[in-house]
């Protein structure tokens, strides 16, 4: 067949996505299609920013970033969209994966959220005003996963999972009434011991094997071509070469969530504390209050055991002891250098407040 004719999307555009276009699946069409579509990224760590880059790359106008954590040195094995100034500076990942974006493709726009996705805040950050056309899961955590079925079966809104560590990436699409939801497949989030990239290490190869299976998803879904979308939990383990694939089918008349429309999760029922992947650390998000950092460096001046004390429009940052405290705007902290809760309350308290 002779290739779809382009001339009615703009000369720069139809050069930019020429080799897009000449794929029979995409087409002039299907590249408008794009141009006009909203992703949100939930997590741009390292799944997120591959996610993230390919879906700036492919021309998908609008993408929403919403990320809690910053760049650190250990980040750039696998984060594609972030360099060493970024980890100097200690840049929140939203906003550096913003920055990074504008710089290959400025005509996607980016909305970039320095925040924790959490009952309180899913509706502003991902409400139908939004007009965002699917959630793409990048988190390192099933607390926020089980939180964005909720809200995306509550809303009729397709999302994909995708998930990596060590060798092995998966995904799954769930698109509400028409296929199994998350809490259909796995009733429960995983109890006990569960790997993280802190315990079983990460290749860059998995993640960016996770996000490509993610974003071609995706596309299928915004150049209206829903029909196309897989319909199972598909998994790779690299290093060895195992694959499987667990058909999802319809959902499950005896679901609570999609079938019963009953969202725990989403309303903030038992939600713990989260021990972030790859560090030794608590993070604070219960004290959604604003704060001054001025007014907070000059008060953390007076301490004579505070270190490294630095800070920027979108963090302060300081090292007291063992510990190292990261603050953001809203009052969210991350405490890294401790798994223990109290511990990371109690540094909170005194350096923060309460």
């Avoid at 909203?38 to 997120?48: D, N, S």
């Avoid at 939180?147 to 999972?161: C, E, T």
């Avoid at 694939?245 to 429309?261: F, L, M, Q, S, W």
């Amino acid at each position: 067949m002779p290739p779809e004719d382009a001339s009615h999307l703009a000369p720069d555009l139809t050069d930019r996505y020429s080799r897009q276009i000449l794929f029979p699946g995409i087409g002039a069409d299907g590249q408008r299609h794009l141009a006009s579509a909203h992703a949100a990224i939930i997590g741009t760590g390292a799944t997120g920013a591959a996610t993230a880059a390919l879906l700036a790359r492919a021309g998908v106008g609008t993408l929403t970033l919403i990320d809690r954590d910053y760049v650190e040195p250990s980040n750039l094995q696998r984060q594609i969209l972030f360099d060493e100034a970024d980890a100097q500076a200690c840049l929140p990942k939203a906003e550096a994966a913003r920055r990074h974006i504008a710089l290959f493709n400025s005509s996607v726009t980016v909305h970039a959220a320095i925040a924790d996705l959490i009952p309180a805040n899913i509706g502003e950050l991902l409400g139908a005003e939004k007009r965002i056309d699917v959630y793409l899961d990048c988190t390192d955590n099933f607390e926020t996963r089980y939180l964005l079925n909720d809200y995306a079966v509550q809303q009729g809104k397709p999302w994909i999972y995708a998930a990596a560590v060590g060798a092995y990436a998966a995904t799954m699409n769930i698109l509400p009434t028409e296929t199994a939801c998350l809490a259909c497949v796995f009733p429960k989030p995983p109890s006990g011991p569960v790997e993280t990239c802190d315990t079983a290490g990460i290749l860059s190869t998995a993640v960016n094997l996770a996000a490509s299976l993610q974003v071609t998803e995706a596309l299928k879904l915004l150049t209206r071509q829903p029909h196309l979308m897989r319909r199972s939990l598909l998994s790779f383990d690299l290093w060895t070469g195992d694959r499987s694939e667990i058909k999802t089918g319809k959902p499950d008349p005896d679901c609570p969530v999609c079938a019963g429309r009953i969202f725990t999760h989403l309303a903030g029922e038992g939600r713990p504390h989260i021990t972030l992947c790859g560090r030794n650390s608590v993070q604070i998000h219960e004290h959604h209050r604003p704060v001054s950092f001025a007014e907070m460096r000059s008060r953390l001046e007076q301490h004579p055991d505070i270190e490294d004390l630095r800070s920027n429009d979108l963090l302060l940052r300081f090292r007291r002891g063992p510990y190292t405290v990261t603050l953001f705007p809203d009052g969210r902290a991350l405490i890294q250098g401790t798994t223990d809760i109290a511990q990371a309350r109690t540094l909170y308290a005194r350096f923060i407040g309460s």
